[in-house]
């Protein structure tokens, strides 16, 4: 874990109207059967009355548009959500060619252990659990009083400062600690991405989603190419150009081998087998 800038939480009035942002480093694996990780930071802001766990990219592209007025956007598929504090129930982001919510109970059962170490000042305790189909060990602070962690890890007498499977494919540090003076707008990069306004569905419904975009990836894109007049017109794919409608078909078995190939979540007891 890298030297951690941060500084002793207790709660107070003062301290519990402001924001605690936490930047984890995630580093993970999009195919389980690579050696290869990609590594991002991650926000977890702990406000007055939710948590949200968000890319970092998303505060740096939100702070551009509003230095230059632009109107700027990115998503990736990483994991967005928001929760009440104290709660289990989770609002998953998701984005599929439109903005969706999937609420989802996610309570996790920790068993607690004597192991404990030592990071810079901090006193960690180790913390284990089965959650999402795979084996997690979770190292947490009792100095820093929230029982609060990255993604939907949480519930421990502490802030969980540390925690990975037992398979090398996730891992979630926290890098640096600080407060902000009021709760940070996530309306642009969150809530209304994009000016959409997400649509809430079901965890049933976005399987059949995802399976119907695995088995005609390119359904929406065939169908305006098809009807397009234009003889100006140009259609690029995985930064291909179109040129015959040939080229589709080998266009949409590259974009459902690259589904397969990175289909490793968190959860893996919800992976959709293609």
Request: hydrophobic share 35%.
């Amino acid at each position: 874990m890298k030297k951690l800038l941060l500084i002793m939480l207790m709660y107070s009035v003062s301290m519990m109207a402001q924001t605690h942002r936490f930047i984890y480093e995630y580093k993970f694996k999009t195919d389980s059967t690579s050696k290869e990780h990609r590594k991002v930071n991650m926000v977890l802001d702990v406000n007055p009355q939710n948590v949200k766990f968000y890319n970092y990219d998303f505060v740096v592209t939100d702070s551009v548009n509003k230095k230059t007025g632009s109107n700027n956007i990115v998503w990736d598929d990483t994991p967005a959500l928001i929760r009440k504090r104290n709660s289990n129930t989770n609002a998953n982001y998701i984005h599929l060619q439109n903005m969706f919510i999937i609420e989802t109970n996610d309570a996790i059962s920790w068993k607690l252990h004597d192991e404990t170490k030592v990071v810079d000042t901090y006193t960690l305790q180790k913390a284990t659990s089965k959650y999402g189909g795979r084996f997690w060990t979770a190292w947490f602070s009792k100095d820093i009083v929230f029982n609060e962690g990255p993604y939907k890890f949480k519930g421990l007498p502490g802030l969980i400062m540390e925690v990975y499977d037992d398979k090398d494919n996730f891992k979630f540090s926290l890098i640096k600690s600080y407060k902000l003076s009021k709760t940070y707008d996530t309306s642009s990069i969150l809530e209304h991405f994009a000016g959409q306004t997400p649509v809430k569905i079901t965890e049933e419904r976005l399987r059949k989603m995802m399976i119907d975009n695995y088995n005609d990836p390119l359904r929406d894109f065939k169908t305006h190419y098809k009807n397009n007049t234009d003889p100006n017109a140009r259609f690029m794919v995985m930064g291909v150009e179109v040129k015959s409608p040939e080229q589709i078909k080998e266009l949409s078995d590259k974009l459902r081998k690259h589904m397969k190939e990175n289909n490793n979540p968190i959860e893996i007891d919800k992976a959709i087998h293609y």
